[in-house]
């Protein structure tokens, strides 16, 4: 099974400041790389899907970036809102083919 | 406006079973992937299952298969998990997400507020 390994597991960051997590895969994974974002006590919220397509009502400020193997979050400036925890997520519409998430990035307020 | 509502957690003993649902409403239920997904107190999200739109297709995390069950009735716009032998390391948060899949890729894009499972005796 494919596996997927984020980091930092964790950073400390200001307002405005620009924020990078990367999420790696065990072996190839093409497109199906998706973000999410989860803030204490609520479900996660899907950011990004299909690697950099932004979802509906999701701030400018996110992108998304990669392939293969390596992928990024990027927000290009921090704001109060932004602070939670972030998932990457294989998930690839075939047979057999767990969709599996990174450990979790969590954006503290520095 | 799409909702999911999930039901069925609660404090349960050690190896029983448990059958969660999930109520949906808001979109046309049988044209979507529908999903499972667990987190444990203070950990991460982990991903448990899947079925297909129409049941033929299903798919489980390694950590779970033999023990949980996942269905669907399209009829009742239902999804459902069965989970059986519950042990103390399944005490989480479940919650049941529409899975939109485009180009071979999905992404969970609707999600419940969670329902929680608390194993113990």
């Known amino acids: 099974d494919i596996r997927m390994t984020q980091s930092p597991s964790s950073l400390s960051a200001s307002v405005g400041d620009r924020v990078s997590i990367t999420c790696r895969a065990s072996q190839n994974i093409n497109k199906c790389l998706n973000w999410y974002q989860q803030k204490p006590g609520k479900a996660p919220k899907l950011l990004i899907f299909a690697v950099s397509s932004l979802q509906s009502g999701v701030p400018i400020r996110f992108s998304g970036s990669g392939s293969e193997t390596d992928f990024t979050l990027t927000i290009s400036s921090l704001q109060p809102e932004d602070f939670a925890t972030y998932y990457c997520?294989?998930?690839?519409?075939?047979?057999?083919?767990?969709?599996?998430f990174g450990q979790g990035t969590k954006v503290e307020i520095k | 406006q799409v909702q999911l509502v999930e039901s069925g957690g609660g404090l349960v003993k050690p190896g029983g079973p448990l059958r969660l649902s999930c109520a949906a409403s808001?979109?046309?239920?049988?044209?979507?992937?529908m999903s499972w997904i667990r987190q444990a107190p203070g950990k991460g999200l982990e991903w448990l299952s899947y079925?297909?739109?129409?049941?033929?297709?299903?798919n489980y995390a390694d950590s779970v298969k033999g023990r949980f069950t996942i269905s669907r009735d399209n009829a009742k716009n239902s999804l459902y998990l069965q989970v059986d032998s519950l042990r103390a390391e399944d005490t989480a948060v479940y919650y049941c997400?529409?899975?939109?899949?485009?180009?071979?890729?999905?992404?969970?894009?609707?999600w419940g507020q969670g329902t929680l499972v608390t194993v113990s005796s």
């Open positions: 079925i297909s739109s129409g049941s033929a297709n299903s």
């Open positions: 997520q294989y998930c690839q519409q075939t047979y057999r083919t767990p969709w599996t």
């Open positions: 808001g979109f046309t239920f049988s044209d979507f992937y």
């Open positions: 997400a529409r899975a939109f899949c485009a180009d071979y890729v999905c992404g969970l894009d609707y």
